[in-house]
């Protein structure tokens, strides 16, 4: 068997499948290593289902990378029996001094969206499950959604595939040495080179990059998703929309009840730091697992706050400035980097995995990805620096 590859797609989840898709289709010779079986839930992506806001509140820049992101969903979504997308909508909402609810009205305009500006009341009126307080504001894009995140990498991964890229699953990639103009990358017991190298690592990647001399500041939390019965008749994903609070009392986002599985909420803000090794995956160790998201359905959604169906974890990787890290890393420009999608990063799978494998054959993209620099000051703070 030859194991000489164009490149080597170090992470097969959210952001390292869709590259080796995109790359598949460009017909570069593509082999994906994963240190699980893809979907799966040890990393980022597990939970059945991701949001996709346009109007992103965490910032104008971000937009257009949403927009592109769901054009490409959209054409994804053209290839496949499985449900990659639901429209249903997306509310994000808190006071009207929240900067995330200013920001994500500021780019729905900037960029032309069909968005709407709400006040509490209109809100509660609209969706009679919603009990906003009287000084909160929402902005409401009716385009926004749900993605199936387990069905969009299995989507991916048959497509690539079937395009004569190669995947290797349960196999830990165990050490990388880096040459001038190659790699060479290692498994227990295989070894394979390649011209360019893609690490997209997920929770992983703070040690994955810094066996590559790239000693940036991600850290990986614990965070906790539930489901709750609900009354189906005020939030169903017929009527009832994907919702974003970014509260006083913490910031929660979830998804209205999809065949019947009840209301999903977790909490964005406020998880724990953990090595993705030595986390504790059980629901329920600790009492804010289930406490901050009933807390949050009962002052603002009473009707979702039934008996909890289900509940699991799952890992956020965040920068210091909640950025992502997209770019070639700073000293070998034949290796990219996708890092750091601090709790945000799914819906944008698609856009960057498309951005990933323009870098690593053409060395760069026309997305304006400066935001993402691998080079930015951020992410090095004294702490890191060796
Ligand atoms: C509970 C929860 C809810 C979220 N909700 C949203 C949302 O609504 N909208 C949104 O846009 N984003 C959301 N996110 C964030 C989003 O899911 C993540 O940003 C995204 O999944 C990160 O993708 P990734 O490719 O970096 O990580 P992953 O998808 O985890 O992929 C990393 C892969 O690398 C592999 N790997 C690691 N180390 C190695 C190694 N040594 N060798 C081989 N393979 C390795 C792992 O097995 C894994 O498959 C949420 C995240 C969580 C946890």
Not at 111 to 133: C, F, Y
Not at 173 to 202: C, H, K, M, P, R
Not at 270 to 276: C, I, V
Not at 289 to 316: H, I, K, Q, W
Request: hydrophobic letters at 35%.
């Amino acid at each position: 068997m030859n194991h000489h590859y164009e490149v080597i797609v170090v992470g097969a989840g959210s952001m390292g499948m869709a590259a080796g898709y995109y790359l598949s289709r460009k017909g570069v010779r593509t082999l994906m290593i994963d240190a699980f079986d893809p979907p799966h839930s040890n990393g980022s992506h597990s939970g059945d289902t991701r949001l996709i806001r346009h109007a992103c509140g965490e910032g104008p820049a971000y937009a257009p990378l949403a927009l592109r992101a769901q054009t490409l969903w959209d054409d994804l979504a053209a290839k496949t029996s499985e449900t990659i997308f639901r429209k249903t909508g997306v509310l994000t909402f808190g006071p009207a001094s929240s900067p995330f609810v200013k920001q994500a009205i500021d780019s729905g305009h900037t960029w032309d969206m069909d968005i709407e500006t709400l006040s509490a009341g209109e809100v509660n009126e609209r969706w009679p499950g919603m009990a906003l307080d009287d000084a909160d504001i929402a902005c409401y894009e009716p385009d926004g959604g749900v993605l199936f995140s387990d069905n969009c990498i299995r989507t991916f991964r048959r497509l690539a595939l079937d395009n004569g890229a190669e995947l290797k699953t349960d196999a830990p990639v165990t050490n990388i040495d880096v040459a001038a103009d190659s790699v060479t990358v290692e498994t227990d017991g295989e070894v394979f080179t390649a011209e360019q190298l893609i690490v997209s690592g997920g929770a992983w990647n703070k040690k994955i990059l810094s066996d590559l001399k790239m000693n940036i500041a991600v850290q990986a939390s614990r965070r906790t998703i539930a489901w709750f019965k609900s009354n189906d008749l005020l939030y169903k994903a017929d009527t009832f929309p994907g919702f974003f609070g970014d509260l006083p009392s913490g910031v929660f986002y979830g998804f209205p009840s999809i065949d019947g599985a009840g209301v999903k909420v977790g909490r964005y803000d406020n998880g724990d730091d953990a090595e993705p090794e030595c986390i504790n995956r059980e629901f329920g160790i600790y009492d804010k697992d289930e406490g901050d998201v009933r807390g949050f359905l009962d002052a603002y959604m009473p009707e979702a706050s039934g008996r909890m169906n289900a509940g699991s974890t799952c890992l956020f990787t965040n920068t210091p400035d909640e950025n992502f890290v997209i770019d070639l890393h700073p000293e070998h420009s034949h290796i990219a980097i996708a890092a750091g999608f601090s709790g945000h990063g799914y819906k944008f799978s698609t856009a960057v995995g498309e951005i990933l494998s323009e870098l690593v054959t053409e060395g760069t993209t026309e997305q304006d990805i400066s935001l993402f620099s691998a080079k930015r000051p951020a992410l090095y703070p004294e702490s890191v620096r060796t």
